[in-house]
């Protein structure tokens, strides 16, 4: 078995290459651990990545996506595409690693050499994803996987992150939920290209169907896609196939007409401010623990001496002067 040091930049890439399944799982677990080689890695693969087509799952925890996942993984498979699945789960709080909850229901699809499925922790990403889940979307892609689908943890109103980073969004909703009537009234509603009332065996199946169109009547355009609402039942596979044909005719809509080139452009440069701000977050926070001029300010925002825009103004002035 090949150890840590056997792997160099030259062997790891050309084994993603290759799709190598061993290659593969070191890389991404390089990207987990901000190992120096996995941004060598990412660089060296990056211009043969933008071949893989990336679907986004989203909605409210416990809806089902991860089972949906499942159901459109047999479709992929049954006509014989391969497919990469990052699932995000949330973070533990002790460990920062992930629950693992996701691959527990994926586990079908363990055995099946043309999936590859990796759980990854959200590390307290408001959005629902990670900067690490973004760059083994991409060692995915160079691995030569047809599709690439990204579960995002369920964190309601505030899961919009992967408008940024896929080519077609499913919105997931279950009725007689809480967190799906929230998700109505929120801007995680603006997002989908595919919208699944799943569970949709729940006696409240037609009231939520009616909501959902009348929101989405109120924002939808007149020349654009028309957002579709299906009724599944995952994890008996019903109404999956019409899922599956659903985006692959949004995938058809905006390759026709030039809007696939525009969304992948978009999420890149929001990809690039995404990572920057994160990164210089954690910059500042290690700054404000370590400085104590830093330390300072904020006692002064703290004692009332400064207000906060103030001291953001300030703060951030001192990381550009260095």
Do not use: C
Not at 49 to 68: C, D, E, N, R
């Amino acid at each position: 078995m090949n150890k840590r040091r056997d792997w160099t930049l030259q062997t790891l890439a050309a084994g993603v290459r290759g799709g190598d399944r061993r290659a593969l799982a070191r890389a991404i677990t390089l990207v987990e651990n901000g190992d120096p080689l996995a941004r060598e890695l990412v660089r060296d693969l990056y211009p043969e990545t933008g071949k893989a087509y990336a679907i986004g799952v989203t909605g409210p925890p416990g809806v089902g996506k991860s089972s949906l996942i499942g159901a459109v993984l047999r479709h992929v498979r049954a006509l014989h595409q391969t497919a990469g699945v990052v699932s995000v789960d949330p973070s533990s709080p002790f460990s920062q690693g992930a629950l693992l909850g996701d691959r527990i229901r994926l586990s079908d699809h363990f055995l099946d050499p043309g999936v590859f499925i990796r759980s990854m922790a959200s590390r307290g990403a408001l959005g629902g994803l990670s900067e690490a889940a973004l760059q083994v979307a991409l060692v995915m892609d160079a691995a030569g996987k047809d599709d690439v689908l990204i579960e995002t943890v369920g964190v309601g109103q505030a899961e919009i992150d992967i408008v940024d980073h896929a080519d077609t969004i499913v919105l997931a909703l279950m009725p007689g939920s809480g967190d799906s009537i929230q998700a109505l009234k929120a801007g995680v509603m603006e997002i989908p290209d595919v919208i699944v009332v799943n569970k949709s065996d729940h006696p409240m199946t037609d009231t939520m169907v009616r909501e959902v169109r009348g929101v989405l009547a109120l924002s939808q355009d007149p020349e654009g896609w028309k957002v579709p609402i299906l009724r599944t039942e995952a994890a008996r596979g019903e109404g999956v196939e019409e899922l599956a044909e659903q985006i692959a005719a949004h995938r058809e809509f905006i390759e026709e007409r030039g809007m696939l080139a525009e969304r992948r452009a978009r999420n890149l440069r929001s990809e690039v401010l995404g990572i920057a701000t994160s990164r210089m977050r954690r910059r500042l926070e290690a700054t404000a623990a370590e400085d104590p001029r830093t330390a300072e300010l904020l006692e002064r925002v703290v004692r009332r001496e400064l207000d906060p825009a103030t001291a953001a103004t300030e703060l951030l002035e001192r990381q550009a002067d260095g």
